[in-house]
């Protein structure tokens, strides 16, 4: 008979390499884990901002927040190469760095996905012939979801701004 310390560190054994073998996210190289980081970070700041007006359906109030937050990124150090969108809870754009006016992501798989489960969501759209990586993750205001907030890049601001490839933005996995 073997002794309860060695039915132990079996036990403990397995439950090691389970653990490591049920990792939901696949390893990310430095550039993408500072990414990761950085798109975490700007979530955490610029969610509050924008979820006030949100609830309110204040486009305009939506819009300054926005700036607001982009202009405080870019006194802080290097803004990440996003364009960003912020969604109301239908998925139509209210406000974003970019000029165009009216864009309706209501029928987009990837925005209802967020909307009906709300986590964030990683993807690729193509808008004016040219692709764009997205996530977009909800946004919520005091436990309520009232809109999406989105971030964009083109492959190429991908590739040569972030260093990050296609496969490895398309694994992060914001919900963890």
Not at 4 to 27: D, H, I, K, M, Q
Not at 47 to 56: C, D, I, M, T
Not at 119 to 128: Q, T
Not at 144 to 173: P, Y
Request: proline share 4%.
């Amino acid at each position: 008979m073997r002794p309860v310390w060695y039915r132990n560190a079996a036990l403990f054994t397995a439950f090691l390499v389970l653990a490591a073998c049920a990792s939901r996210e696949p390893a990310l190289s430095a550039a993408a884990r500072y990414l990761k980081k950085e798109i975490r970070e700007t979530i955490s700041r610029l969610s509050p901002f924008v979820s006030g007006p949100l609830a309110k359906n204040d486009a305009q109030a939506v819009q300054a927040a926005l700036e607001k937050a982009a202009a405080d990124a870019g006194k802080a150090g290097t803004p990440l190469p996003f364009k960003i969108f912020i969604l109301d809870k239908n998925g139509i754009k209210v406000a974003g760095t970019t000029v165009e006016t009216i864009m309706d992501f209501s029928s987009y798989e990837k925005v209802r996905q967020i909307l009906d489960k709300q986590k964030a969501v990683i993807g690729e759209l193509y808008l004016k012939d040219t692709k764009y990586f997205f996530i977009g993750t909800p946004v919520l205001h005091e436990g309520k979801l009232v809109g999406i907030l989105v971030f964009g890049i083109t492959e190429d601001d991908l590739k040569k701004k972030c260093n990050v490839s296609e496969q490895e933005f398309l694994a992060l996995d914001l919900n963890l």
